[in-house]
């Protein structure tokens, strides 16, 4: 009959959509366990560009007691000459690093100082933070290189 026979080659289908389902699940798990597998080799050397980038875009008269960093939070304490170069510390990395963005001043304070010959000195406390910014990331941002002018077509001489 032929509705025993549609009814039969319908359950077949349905098995194999299900099986198609199936595979799917599967395939997302895999990208999504090789994204991780990627990310973590990617994280793997963020500690050295950090420490590097702030190597980069610290100013001379500035000095780290602390850095640590929590997820995507990079905490910085140190001493600074003056208040002008945690300033200039806060906008090179605003507006020069690759790696660190959005700083953020959390708090900075006059401290008295005495130095190894007995000398009284005027430095400044500070304490900032800034996010990091993770290769991936930046890429992600990144809107699609233009197709290449050599795809493009060439228009016929006439």
């Known amino acids: 009959e032929p509705n025993q026979f549609l009814t ?15 595979l799917k699940a599967e395939i997302d798990s895999l990208i999504a366990r090789q994204k991780a597998v990627e990310d973590l080799q990617v994280d793997r050397n963020l500690p050295v560009h950090l420490l590097n980038e702030l190597v980069k875009q610290t100013p001379e008269g500035i ?7 929590a997820g995507r939070v990079l905490s910085v304490s140190g001493i600074a000459q003056t208040q002008e ?4 510390f806060l906008r090179n990395t605003a507006n020069n690093s690759e790696w660190l963005v959005r700083p953020e001043l959390v ?7 005495v130095t190894a010959n007995k000398e009284q000195k005027r430095l400044f ?32 001489k006439a």
């Open 8 to 22: 039969t080659e319908i359950r077949k289908l349905e098995v194999q959509i299900k099986d198609i389902a199936t």
């Open 63 to 69: 000095y780290f007691g602390s850095v640590k960093q």
């Open 85 to 88: 170069r945690i300033s200039e």
């Open 107 to 113: 708090e900075s304070k006059a401290a008295n100082v």
């Open 125 to 156: 406390d500070f304490t900032m933070r800034v996010n990091v910014k993770r290769p991936q990331d930046k890429a992600a941002a990144e809107p699609p290189a233009p197709a290449s002018p050599a795809s493009a077509p060439v228009p016929k």
